[in-house]
């Protein structure tokens, strides 16, 4: 079965840091990219991070120099290293990949920044 299973997210106070996970199932082939987007109550689902499988990576300007995406090929996962987090980051984070599935989403994960 075709699944991305996506972990790390919570509860933060503004300034503090979180990572997230999402590993793609051993089913799925042939990703040739993989990233993260999210969506926050009553805003449009927006991109936050991406990277190809050469390594290049693209950045939602709201999170540029803040967060960072990196993958571990092994596993079929990438993950995403969120610091300086403030409120406005607050939203569901959603694993996105591209592969020979076609697109395919996670469930989401939630994070609040909160003081």
């Known amino acids: 079965q075709a699944q991305l299973v996506e972990s790390g997210g919570g509860l933060v106070q503004p300034g503090e840091s979180l990572r997230l996970s999402c590993t793609a199932s051993r089913s799925i082939t042939g990703v040739t990219a993989m990233g993260w987007y999210r969506q926050a109550p009553g805003k449009e689902r927006e991109l936050v991070a991406s990277?190809?499988?050469?390594?290049?990576?693209n950045y939602g300007d709201s999170v540029k120099g803040r967060f960072t995406i990196y993958r571990e090929k092994a596993r079929n996962t990438v993950n995403l290293l969120m610091n300086s987090l403030e409120p406005e980051d607050t939203a569901v984070y959603y694993c996105?990949?591209?592969?020979?599935?076609?697109?395919?989403w996670g469930q989401g994960t939630q994070v609040t920044v909160s003081s």
């Open positions: 996105k990949t591209w592969s020979s599935w076609g697109v395919l």
């Open positions: 990277i190809l499988m050469n390594g290049s990576t």
